[in-house]
C-alpha cells in the first residue's frame, strides 16, 4: 500500500515564533524526508506554512521530487500572483492553496478579489485546496461555475481549536458538497 501525507507545512527560516503559535513543529525537509522514510510515506504534499514559505516548499520537491509535490500560497490581491498563475508549468507548484477566513473584513470569496483566479485555474485544471469556514455555499457555487477545478477543503472547513457542537454544524454544513464530484474534503 502507498501512503501519502495530504498536508505537511514546512515554514521559511525564521518562522518559529509564527509556527508555535499555529501548534506546528518545525522541521527542516531533510528531517522531514528521514520522518516520512521511517514511517514508510512516500508522498505528502507540502502547504506553505505561510506565503514565504513558497520557495522554501519548491526547493524541497526539486531536491526530492519522489516525496514531495507543492500546493503553493497565493495571495490573490497581489497583482504579481497572476503572472505567477499564468506561467504556472514553471512555479514548481501542483496546485494552490487558499485561505478565506472569516475574520477578514471581507472574504475574497464575495467581494471579487479571487473572481480572476478562478476561470484561470480552470483552463489549467489546477487543484486548490481551500478553507474558508463559514462560506459552504460560495465553494459549492464554484465547483458548480468550474468543473475543471479539483477542490479539497481542508480541515472540514473547521478551526483547529472547534469542538463539540460547532462540529456538528460544520460537518452538516459540508455535507451537502458531496453531490459535487470536483470536491474532496480532508479530515
Not at 510515506?41 to 506554512?49: D, E, F, M
Not at 513558497?54 to 497583482?79: E, Q, S, Y
Not at 514548481?92 to 475574520?103: E, N, Q, S, V, W
Not at 477543503?153 to 473547521?158: E, W, Y
Request: charged fraction near 25%; hydrophobic fraction near 50%; aromatic fraction near 10%.
Amino acid at each position: 500500500m502507498r501512503l501519502v501525507d495530504s498536508q505537511i507545512h514546512l515554514y521559511a527560516p525564521g518562522a518559529e515564533e509564527f509556527a508555535t503559535r499555529m501548534w506546528q513543529t518545525l522541521m527542516p525537509p531533510d528531517a522531514v524526508v528521514a520522518e516520512m522514510d521511517a514511517a514508510k510515506v512516500s508522498r505528502a504534499y507540502l502547504v506553505p506554512g505561510n506565503a514565504a514559505a513558497n520557495a522554501t516548499c519548491v526547493d524541497a520537491a526539486r531536491r526530492w521530487p519522489d516525496h514531495f509535490r507543492v500546493m503553493g500560497i497565493l495571495g490573490l490581491d497581489k497583482p504579481e500572483t497572476r503572472a505567477l498563475v499564468a506561467d504556472w508549468a514553471s512555479s514548481g507548484f501542483i496546485g494552490a492553496r487558499l485561505t478565506f477566513p472569516p475574520y477578514r473584513k471581507v472574504s475574497w470569496l464575495k467581494d471579487g478579489t479571487a473572481d480572476w483566479f478562478w476561470p484561470e485555474a480552470n483552463r489549467l485544471k489546477l487543484p486548490v485546496m481551500m478553507w474558508a469556514p463559514q462560506q459552504v455555499e460560495e465553494i459549492g457555487k464554484l465547483a458548480q461555475r468550474f468543473p475543471d477545478i479539483r477542490f479539497i477543503i481542508d480541515h472540514i472547513n473547521l478551526f483547529v481549536e472547534d469542538k463539540g457542537e460547532v462540529v456538528t454544524r460544520a460537518v452538516d454544513a459540508v455535507l451537502p458538497l458531496a453531490r459535487h464530484a470536483s470536491i474532496a474534503v480532508k479530515l
